[in-house]
C-alpha cells in the first residue's frame, strides 16, 4: 500500500503565504508524477499544480500561476506547495495526489492524501 500524508494548511490573511506538503510512503517503486488539488465548498475537484518526477516540468492552473510553486523532493517522495499572495477565492480543501508504481508492479495508479484545509479570510 502507499500512504499519502499532507501537512500545512491552515487560515492565513488575504496577501498571506502557507506552504503544503506532502510525503508518500509504502511499497513505492517509482513515482511518475505529483500534484496538488484542490476542492472548495461546491465545486468540482480542480488541479492547482503539477510536477513530473524525471525532469521537473510543471503544470499550473492559470488562477494560480505567479503565486503558486510547486517543487518536488524525489529522495523524500515529497512535494511542496508554497503559496504566496493567497486569496479568499483559494480557500478550499487540498488534495495531494500522486501517480505511483508500487514495487512488484507494473501498473502506474493515482493514489490521494486525505485533504489538508486552507481557508483564507480577514
Known amino acids: 500500500q502507499v500512504q499519502l500524508v499532507e501537512s500545512g494548511g491552515g487560515l492565513v490573511q488575504p496577501g498571506g503565504s502557507l506552504r503544503l506538503s506532502c510525503a508518500a510512503s509504502?511499497?513505492?517503486?517509482?513515482?511518475?508524477?505529483m500534484g496538488w488539488y484542490r476542492q472548495a465548498p461546491g465545486k468540482e475537484r480542480e488541479l492547482v499544480a503539477t510536477?513530473?518526477?524525471?525532469?521537473?516540468?510543471?503544470n499550473y492552473a492559470d488562477s494560480v500561476k505567479d503565486r503558486f510553486t510547486i517543487s518536488r523532493d524525489n529522495a523524500k517522495n515529497t512535494v511542496y506547495l508554497q503559496m504566496n499572495s493567497l486569496k479568499p477565492e483559494d480557500t478550499a480543501d487540498y488534495y495531494c495526489?500522486?501517480?505511483?508504481?508500487?514495487?512488484?508492479?507494473?501498473?502506474?495508479?493515482?493514489?490521494w492524501g486525505q485533504g489538508t484545509q486552507v481557508t483564507v479570510s480577514s
Open positions: 495526489n500522486a501517480k505511483v508504481r508500487q514495487l512488484f508492479t507494473t501498473l502506474v495508479r493515482d493514489y
Open positions: 509504502g511499497s513505492v517503486a517509482m513515482i511518475n508524477a
Open positions: 510536477v513530473i518526477s524525471s525532469d521537473g516540468n510543471t
